[in-house]
Nanobody, 112 residues
Framework: QVRLQESGGGSVQAGGSLRLSCSAS?????MAWYRQAPGKQRELVAR???????NYADSVRGRFTISRDVDKNTVDLQMNSLKPDDSGVYFC?????????WGQGTQVTVSP
């Protein structure tokens, strides 16, 4: 069983920044951040893989940065130059190889 706990969501004006953090109960190579806006499907925002491989959605590349703290078993998402379209519930995801695990989600609201 893998437990994930997100923190750091909130409200900000367009152009602002937020930093999300996900604390995992164990170290997992494949970790990611997803988001879901009302009425839309959950979508990948950024992912960390083996050897530090990074993957970003086109809509956030250059504005968001995913990073890992190995000692703390945390994965952070630094979000800069936020836009109203970035609003939604952000979920931490981990896959140790046999299934997906999800956090409870944290709300991000970006006002114009």
């Amino acid at each position: 069983q893998v437990r994930l706990q997100e923190s750091g969501g909130g409200s900000v004006q367009a152009g602002g920044s937020l930093r999300l953090s996900c604390s995992a109960s164990s170290r997992i190579e494949y970790m990611a951040w997803y988001r879901q806006a009302p009425g839309k499907q959950r979508e990948l925002v950024a992912r960390l893989g083996i050897g530090g491989a990074l993957n970003y959605a086109d809509s956030v590349r250059g504005r968001f940065t995913i990073s890992r703290d190995v000692d703390k078993n945390t994965v952070d998402l630094q979000m800069n130059s936020l836009k109203p379209d970035d609003s939604g519930v952000y979920f931490c995801n981990a896959n140790p190889g046999w299934q997906d695990y999800w956090g409870q989600g944290t709300q991000v609201t970006v006002s114009p």
